[in-house]
């Protein structure tokens, strides 16, 4: 029988090690948790493959860098394990976790996005903040601010 793919959510410490190794490079040093994690109107996702996790996203409440006014929430550490890149695993997790925000009322979504990634995040609607590149200070990375607007999308 085909494997099924599916998103659940998850605790946060279950997505440490694809923090790591797929975000961090393997560093064991490396830290992988958001001091958000574990309040409650966080929202960790992964996506499962027969046992094991393919995917994960964590969102966390956060101001809009692009309107402080507006309810917003930051995605972090969204990864793919390098077996199964470009399967279509990452946009089923974004996707599901956007349903979900929206039926919580959730109208925008933002992140700091590494620069190899921006190609994926357009094709799934994402934009990017004029003038917001910048070097991330945990990695060293080019990044940009992007945002996602989820209000005009049904509840
Ligand atoms: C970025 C990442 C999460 C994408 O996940 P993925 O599971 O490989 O992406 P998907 O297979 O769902 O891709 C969805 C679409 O985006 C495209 N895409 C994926 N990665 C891309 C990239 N780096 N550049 C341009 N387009 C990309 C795919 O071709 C696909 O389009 P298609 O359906 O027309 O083929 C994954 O490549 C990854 O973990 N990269 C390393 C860590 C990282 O950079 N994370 C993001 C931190 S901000």
Redesign the pocket.
């Known amino acids: 029988m085909e494997p099924v793919a599916f998103v659940e959510v998850v605790e946060s410490v279950e997505l440490h090690e694809l923090r790591r190794n ?2 961090r490079g393997g560093d064991p040093t490396a830290i992988v948790e958001d001091p958000r994690d574990d309040r409650p109107d966080s929202l960790h996702l992964a996506v499962r493959l027969d046992d094991g996790l393919v ?1 994960i996203g964590s969102f966390y409440v956060s101001t809009s860098p692009r309107d402080p006014t507006q309810p917003s929430m930051q995605l972090r550490y ?3 394990d390098p077996g ?9 997790l974004l996707r599901e976790g956007e349903a979900l925000l929206i039926r919580r009322g959730v109208d925008s979504l933002w ?1 700091n ?2 620069d ?2 921006l ?2 995040y357009l ?1 799934e609607g994402w934009e990017t903040l004029p003038n917001s590149e910048h070097l991330s200070a945990e990695t060293q990375l080019p990044h940009t601010v992007i945002v996602k607007q989820l209000g005009h999308l049904e509840r």
Do not use: D, E, N
């Open positions: 797929v975000l995917a969204l990864a793919t199964w890149q470009r399967h279509g695993f990452g946009a089923m992140a996005a590494r190899t990634a190609g994926f094709c």
